[in-house]
């Protein structure tokens, strides 16, 4: 079982970022699967998650309208397209799935001018 999330940077306040969770050794089209997010010095927080096919997306009210979720089961790839980012988006960003017991390291978002 592999998980690993790319994509992470260094953007300005309103720039964009597409972050990526591939996975590989499991059944990826099995799952839901979720973004979580952890800033320094803070807990885990939940921030966006798909159904197996894809049709339904929930997100966080902090990102709704800024965030977009998506997947490719043929390519066992998770994407999270961010948009208008925050300051307060900084964080590491990591992909889980089945209760948290599949994740990634995650990857770090930093957002400042």
């Known amino acids: 079982v592999q998980v690993v999330e790319s994509g992470g940077g260094m953007v300005q306040p309103g720039g964009s970022l597409t972050l990526f969770c591939a996975a590989s050794?499991?059944?990826?089209?099995?799952?839901?699967w979720s973004w979580v997010r952890q800033a320094a010095g803070k807990g885990p927080e939940w921030v966006s998650s798909i159904t197996t096919g894809g049709g339904t997306a929930y997100y966080a009210d902090s990102v709704k309208g800024r965030f977009t979720v998506s997947r490719d089961n043929a390519k066992n790839i998770l994407y999270l397209q961010m948009d208008s980012l925050k300051p307060e988006d900084t964080a590491l960003y990591y992909c889980s799935a089945s209760g948290g017991t599949i994740r990634g390291q995650g990857t770090q978002v930093t957002v400042s001018s």
């Open positions: 050794g499991f059944d990826f089209s099995r799952y839901d």
